[in-house]
């Protein structure tokens, strides 16, 4: 798939451009992003799920998983991390499913292991990560994929039928025998021989022009 092979090929890009610029000074004043073992950003979800499905939704089970949970069975901040990480140590020694009393030793351990509320009991401690066992065994069922609550999904596709429908922007998405939509083209060029790339989400071709 071009997407796929589109990584994979050498050049300059924005995302790597966006590097080099360094932070916006807009954003000093900002408190910075607490320093997390593993975290996920609500917007970059949300987003790249509408992306996949309006441009390539063959990718988007191979990347999310549409769980039942609702948005309160899953944990969040430096708790998210401890699953996280209870997760990868239950991927190192064990297959299938853990029992209760596995599952309330990792993440314990986890818990220790990245200082989430030293202070606090090891029984204060299994009990606040144990609403998140049916979150656990999603990641485990859908093989470390990003796990999505119902609230996410439903988010998704209403953000989907809103860009499909809306009168600003449903003529992207309607193909004529006049017009051909291309998603995710690929571009590449080069500037005084340096190579340079593009991924264009959604291109429109005129064929009369």
């Given at each position: 798939m071009e997407k796929l092979s589109y990584y994979d090929e050498l050049g300059v890009s924005q995302s790597l451009l966006k590097g080099y610029l360094g932070s916006n000074p807009q954003v000093y004043e900002k408190e910075a992003d607490e320093d997390l073992w593993y975290t996920e950003k609500k917007h970059f979800i949300i987003g790249d799920g509408v992306d996949m499905l309006l441009t390539t939704?063959?990718?988007?089970?191979?990347?999310m998983f549409v769980s039942e949970l609702a948005e309160e069975d899953k944990p969040s901040g430096k708790g998210l991390g401890v699953v996280h990480l209870a997760y990868e140590k239950f991927l190192e020694d064990n297959t299938g499913l853990p029992n209760i009393d596995e599952y309330n030793s990792l993440m314990l351990q986890a818990a220790r292991e990245l200082e989430w509320n030293p202070k606090w009991k090891d029984d204060t401690i299994i009990k606040n990560f144990t609403p998140y066992l049916s979150y656990f065994l999603d990641l485990i069922n859908s093989d470390g994929k990003i796990v999505l609550t119902v609230e996410d999904k439903s988010k998704i596709d209403s953000l989907v039928v809103a860009i499909r429908t809306h009168e600003?922007?449903?003529?992207?998405?309607t193909p004529t025998e006049s017009i051909v939509i291309v998603k995710q083209m690929a571009i590449y060029w080069e500037i005084d021989g340096l190579p340079c790339k593009a991924l264009l989400d959604l291109c429109v071709i005129k064929n009369k022009n």
């Open positions: 939704p063959e990718l988007f089970d191979t990347i600003n922007t449903a003529k992207y998405f």
